[in-house]
């Protein structure tokens, strides 16, 4: 199914100057870019985004990591794009995400693991919306 999923190279990502290697395997692996762009995420930004999580215990930490520092927000199109994304990413725990991976080769906790990608088609939605209009997807 052609699919759109949302992704983000988190603050760490950013300060190790890693959205070129994140974005050449994620075109590598044959998923295009349909939006791009930089942001500093405000506190209820953040918040918003990870509201499935305000519960948890990690939550306050979680969003303070998102807004130390800018972002690189993307979206990206092609077959099970949702599902390809995930797997190129790793588990969400870099110690555990498999060899090869983004997480396992380049993120250095689990909070500061580098990326984020949707992981589910209504998931994938919301997340596209939250951050960018339509007029800012591109057809390709
Ligand atoms: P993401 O949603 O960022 O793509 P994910 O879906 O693999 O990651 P989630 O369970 O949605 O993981 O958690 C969201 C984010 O919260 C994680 O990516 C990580 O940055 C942080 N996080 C999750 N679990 C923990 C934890 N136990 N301790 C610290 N941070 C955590
Ligand atoms: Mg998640």
Do not use: W
Not at 23 to 30: A, P, V, Y
Not at 120 to 125: K, L
Request: glycine share 8%.
């Amino acid at each position: 199914m052609l699919e759109r999923t949302l992704g983000i190279v988190k603050p760490d990502g950013i300060r190790r100057g890693l959205i070129g290697e994140i974005l050449k395997r994620i075109e590598d692996s044959g998923l295009r870019v349909v939006a791009l762009k930089m942001k500093q995420l405000t506190r209820s930004e953040a918040e918003g985004f990870y509201y499935v999580h305000r519960e948890k215990p990690f939550f306050n930490d979680l969003v303070d990591f998102m807004t130390s520092g800018p972002v690189a927000l993307f979206v990206l199109e092609g077959e099970n794009a949702i599902e390809r994304y995930r797997r190129l990413m790793g588990a969400t725990d870099p110690k555990k995400a498999e060899k090869g991976t983004i997480r396992s080769d380049l993120a250095e906790s689990m909070q500061c693991n580098t990326v984020h990608g949707s992981d589910g088609p209504d998931t994938a939605r919301f997340e596209i919306s939250y951050f960018f209009a339509a007029t800012e997807i591109v057809k390709r």
